[in-house]
């Protein structure tokens, strides 16, 4: 694997009696743009808080940027993060809310308003925060998170409450940063918009590290399902019937049937149908997105 | 460092607050310090505690302060509370993890926001001073009091020090809002625990057994505030208000710097 934005070793938090991430061990390269993905309570945010220094393991290591996190004053000008959401002065307007952050950072003030024409918030600048939509304060919180313009950026959940052209520009913002070089460690429930954007996943259940690599290694390991729709739907049941004579389970969904079984078994059920008289209108093979695979792996309900 | 106090301060100067504050002092400076000039012949007293103070003893050079010397408590609540909300709203609002994100040292933090805070309290207590000394000079004619010891050294001194014990009481009262601040992490129950314990705590405290008063912190920022002799001596209050901003303060120091910070 390339050099590492962040390595975690062991890491492991614990609260009381429940370990919210327990010997968390992964790795996310540089320059790349990494999934965070997790069911609710899985430890993300505890796991991004101890990378931010906000919180202290309980055990473990990390290192973001090469440095440790017990020391975070070394890596954190260079660090961008957006963490549980906007968080804001109510009673200031956003402009006046990013130069709290620019003038503690010790960044230039100009950055201030070119970072809220990139996030599309020139013109409510001035809008005191608790005018703003949530889509509007989450903008808010990324441009914050760009104010040291930086290495690496971490999102918790960037796209709450955006809209679809919302979230296509938070796509486009991360997809620039990382052209230029900015490692983005990303968390989010919208599990299509992460296939379409991560090279590398860190995937969580119940405080344990279940998977940590390529995007496409998780799901090429996944088994593929070939979708087959006949032409006249009274024969669904004929066809489920005939491949599970033949050893293949099936399902039917909205129409379709859905196999279990490969690229080597298309041509076999294609015969099988044309056999028993039935026309297939269409026959594909299909690997599990994301979303099936995260459900898959941590044994969430959809 | 630097950077912090001018973060902190960016905050403090938003009109909702700014505003509000001038408008709080202005008020309780404006009422106590004419009531001192409009009810000069009232029975019922012009001072604390029905206390009378007559036009003879007004046109001596204390004359001048006297109306500051009594908002300088109410100067302190005030900056009780501003202290605890400012310092408890990081944790409520949850804007305290973006602080530390871009200053990761929470010393650094807390002494940014106690200088921005002890400036902000500095310009609270000349404002209700110069307001104060206005109203004085505006009423000293209505109520017959001759002001012309007023412009001697004499009362010139006198005004920077009660100005500067106004300001040292302000500080603490300011800090055991922090203090609270850091330790409630939520501004209204750190204001209410801070002003119950200041306005009415202290005062059954005291009443029930006397010899607490020498003791109790409110009582001590109070007679630091009145330039000593209430119930102890000035410097006996500056050291117990010191002892107890130190352990307070030391104590709610490390707990800021060692805490999770998980909301």
């Known amino acids: 694997m390339e050099k ?5 070793t062991d890491l492991t938090k614990i609260y009381g009696d429940r370990a919210a991430l327990s010997h968390g061990n992964f790795e996310v390269p540089e320059g790349s743009i990494c999934g965070f993905v997790g069911p609710n309570g899985s430890g993300k945010t505890t796991t991004i808080r101890m990378l931010l220094g906000l919180i202290s393991p309980s055990g473990g290591t990390a290192t973001v940027l090469g440095e440790s996190i017990s020391h975070p004053e070394k890596y954190l000008p260079n660090v961008g993060a957006m963490i549980e959401g906007p968080a804001f002065y109510p009673a200031l307007s956003g402009r006046e809310n990013l130069k709290v952050l620019a003038e503690l950072g010790g960044f230039p003030l100009s950055r201030v308003n070119q970072l809220l024409e990139k996030v599309d918030l020139a013109d409510r600048g001035g809008s005191k925060f608790k005018t703003y939509s949530l889509g509007m304060k989450q903008r808010l919180g990324i441009a914050a998170a760009l104010l040291p313009n930086p290495k690496l950026l971490i999102l918790d959940e960037p796209t709450n409450g955006l809209d679809p052209s919302g979230i296509q520009e938070v796509r486009g913002i991360i997809r620039d940063l990382a052209d230029t070089g900015t490692t983005v460690f990303v968390s989010s429930h919208i599990l299509s918009e992460l296939e379409m954007i991560c090279e590398y996943l860190v995937m969580l259940r119940e405080g344990k590290v279940i998977f940590s690599g390529r995007t496409q290694e998780l799901l090429s390991g996944q088994k593929p399902i070939i979708i087959a729709k006949p032409e006249y739907e009274v024969d669904l049941n004929t066809l489920a019937k005939k491949l599970i004579e033949s050893g293949f389970t099936n399902s039917i969904v909205n129409g379709s049937l859905h196999i279990d079984a490969g690229q080597e078994a298309s ?9 028993a008289g039935i026309t297939l209108a269409s026959i594909t093979v299909v690997l599990p997105t994301l979303e099936e695979t995260f459900f898959e792996m941590t044994g969430e309900n959809k | 460092m630097i950077r912090v106090v001018i973060a902190e301060l960016r905050k403090l100067r938003r009109p909702s607050l700014l505003l509000g504050t001038i408008a709080i002092v202005g008020g309780l400076t404006a009422l106590f310090t004419s009531i001192i000039f409009l009810m000069i012949d009232s029975e019922n007293g012009n001072s604390e505690r029905g206390e009378r103070i007559s036009a003879a003893e007004l046109s001596n050079p204390a004359g001048l302060i006297n109306g500051f010397q009594l908002v300088g408590v109410f100067l302190g609540i005030v900056s009780l509370c501003i202290f605890a909300s400012q310092t408890a709203q990081e944790y409520s609002l949850g804007t305290l993890r973006n602080l530390l994100v871009r200053q990761p040292s929470r010393m650094k933090i807390l002494a940014g926001k106690f200088i921005a805070m002890k400036l902000f309290a500095l310009v609270m207590v000349l404002f209700a001073g110069a307001l104060s000394i206005a109203i004085s000079y505006a009423l000293a004619g209505r109520a017959k009091v001759d002001t012309t010891s007023w412009g001697t050294s004499a009362a010139m001194q006198l005004l920077f020090e009660n100005t500067l014990n106004i300001f040292i009481s302000t500080l603490c009262y300011g800090a055991f809002g922090m203090i609270l ?5 939520s ?3 750190a204001i209410a625990v801070g002003v119950l314990w200041s306005l009415i705590l202290e005062n059954i405290l005291g009443a029930l057994v006397k010899s607490t ?3 109790l912190p409110g009582f001590n920022f109070q007679n630091l ?3 000593g002799g209430l119930n102890s001596s000035y410097k006996h209050s500056l050291a117990i208000s010191l002892g107890y901003l130190i352990i307070g303060g030391g104590l709610a120091a490390i707990l800021f710097k060692r805490r999770d910070v998980a909301n």
């Open chain 1, 267 to 275: 041509a076999a059920i294609n015969r099988m149908a044309f056999e």
């Open chain 2, 181 to 185: 601040g850091l330790l409630l992490r």
């Open chain 2, 213 to 215: 008063v020498k003791w």
């Open chain 1, 4 to 8: 590492a934005a962040i390595s975690a």
């Open chain 2, 225 to 227: 505030s009145s330039g």
């Open chain 2, 187 to 189: 501004p209204i129950s």
